[in-house]
């Protein structure tokens, strides 16, 4: 099957910086979107950003020109660079992926199991 690994997360204050990196491996043939959500207590989850193959991204309102997604493609590796932290970025992040693996050729999602952004003010 696919393992997906995040890791970056961590406590920092307001106006920090943090980097995520979610790894995928297993029976992966390809993979097309890899993505950032976030999911803060007592609210939904949400999309954070999304970056395609062919490396076009997008991203919530709410981080741009603050956050970079990029991937690594030789790596199967997905990466959110976070800057100027704000207490309301705090949320558990997670990576999704879109992949075609061997059990799944049309392509299927994949999920991680988070990592927790914490920002003090």
């Known amino acids: 099957q696919v393992q997906l690994v995040e890791s970056g997360g961590g406590l920092v204050q307001a106006g920090g910086s943090l980097r995520l990196s979610c790894a995928a491996s297993?029976?992966?043939?390809?993979?097309?979107?890899m993505d950032w959500y976030r999911q803060a207590p007592g609210k939904q989850r949400e999309l954070v950003a999304g970056?395609?193959?062919?490396?076009?991204?997008n991203y919530a309102d709410s981080v741009k020109g603050r956050f970079t997604i990029s991937r690594d493609n030789a790596k199967n590796t997905v990466y959110l660079q976070m800057n100027s932290l704000k207490p309301d970025d705090t949320a558990v992040y997670y990576c999704?992926?879109?992949?075609?693996?061997?059990?799944?050729?049309?392509?299927?999602?994949?999920w991680g199991k988070g990592t927790l952004v914490t920002v003090s003010s």
């Open positions: 297993g029976s992966i043939f390809s993979i097309n979107a």
């Open positions: 970056i395609i193959s062919g490396g076009s991204t």
């Open positions: 999704k992926i879109e992949a075609s693996t061997i059990y799944y050729p049309r392509g299927t999602n994949y």
